[in-house]
């Protein structure tokens, strides 16, 4: 098992930035495929980035491609998502997630492991 804590979120004017960090417990972070998920409300929650063990290859949704970057530092037991020109439409709690699965899936319950979730809230 693993557990994850996310810190970085905060207020943020539209064009701005924040970095989102995620810290899991255990020694075997490393053998998870990390995800980035977000809800707001009255919504569901919605994929927005992953990055695969081992590899590290980046999977992004398309409201969010070419703005956010999600990496990872496995001495640190650590996943970041920067985001980038932030929009009002980026507001929502986002949630850390952590999968060992060999299948890869962009929902929910593809994914065995979450955090608290923060708060981004972007003002126009």
């Known amino acids: 098992q693993v557990q994850l804590v996310e810190s970085g979120g905060g207020l943020v004017q539209a064009g701005g930035s924040l970095r989102l960090s995620c810290v899991g417990s255990?020694?075997?972070?490393?053998?998870?495929?990390m995800g980035w998920f977000r809800q707001a409300i009255g919504k569901e929650r919605d994929f927005v980035a992953r990055?695969?063990?081992?590899?590290?290859?980046?999977y992004y949704a398309e409201s969010v491609k070419g703005r956010f970057t999600i990496s990872r530092d496995n001495a640190k037991n650590t996943v970041y998502l920067q985001m980038n020109s932030l929009k009002p439409e980026d507001t929502a709690v986002y949630y850390c997630?952590?999968?060992?699965?060999?299948?890869?899936?962009?929902?929910?319950?593809?994914?065995?492991?979450w955090g608290q979730g923060t708060q981004v809230t972007v003002s126009s």
């Open positions: 990055i695969i063990r081992g590899i590290d290859y980046t």
């Open positions: 997630a952590a999968t060992g699965r060999a299948i890869l899936l962009q929902t929910v319950s593809g994914y065995d492991y």
């Open positions: 255990g020694r075997t972070f490393s053998t998870y495929t």
